[in-house]
């Protein structure tokens, strides 16, 4: 579960997570930004189609990023 969001929180783009990037356990680059994820999975997900999570996450509301979280992997079809 989330733990308290400091101010330095980013989401991850696959699940909407908030997550420090200080303690993610993955990241990837794309088009020059770092990508921080809750899991290697997220990172793998987004890594399949980078351009489709961004522009998605670009487009988010983020008060979705506490309901949408996965249980294990993403729920969401592209
Ligand atoms: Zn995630």
Not at 41 to 50: G, I, L
């Amino acid at each position: 579960m989330p733990h308290p969001a400091g101010d330095n929180t980013v989401v991850d783009a696959v699940c909407l997570m908030h997550i420090d990037p200080a303690t993610a356990p993955a990241q990837s680059r794309h088009r020059g930004r770092t990508y921080h994820f809750c899991t290697r999975d997220c990172r793998d997900w987004f890594e399949a189609d980078p351009d489709r999570y961004v522009a998605y996450l670009s487009g988010v509301e983020p008060r979705d990023a506490f309901t949408r979280h996965h249980g294990g992997g993403p729920q969401r079809t592209l």
